[in-house]
């Protein structure tokens, strides 16, 4: 009896699409907050930690004061939950050294076009 062994090349771990920039600190855009009438506008910021950790920061009184921590994936909708206005977009995002850990690697192409169908 005898077996045939395929060997396959092993997986290689895909990098970021854009190396990270050096510094960890971002402006994310700002907020209303305090009493009833939310007079007070707050400057967040998006800090971005090792193991791949987000934060929103805000600076008052020549310190910084952290908001909430969350991973990566959280982003997006911690910066719809937290009510930032003029939020970074995805590409801007990706920019600061965000990516989406559940994203496709694969591009869907149209198949419909290659069939001749529009």
Not at 53 to 77: A, G, H, T
Request: proline share 6%.
């Amino acid at each position: 009896m005898s077996a045939t062994v395929f060997k396959f090349p092993r997986r290689k771990k895909e990098r970021p699409r854009r190396p990270k920039p050096r510094h960890r600190v971002f402006y994310a855009g700002y907020r209303y907050t305090g009493s009833a009438m939310c007079q007070d506008v707050q400057q967040v910021y998006l800090k971005r930690h090792g193991n791949d950790e987000w934060s929103l920061i805000f600076y008052f009184e020549r310190r910084s004061w952290e908001i909430d921590r969350f991973k990566q994936i959280e982003v997006p909708l911690k910066l719809d939950e937290y009510g930032v206005h003029d939020a970074p977009t995805r590409e801007e995002l990706e920019k600061m050294g965000w990516y989406n850990p559940n994203d496709e690697n694969v591009y869907h192409i149209a198949f419909d076009q290659h069939l001749g169908v529009e």
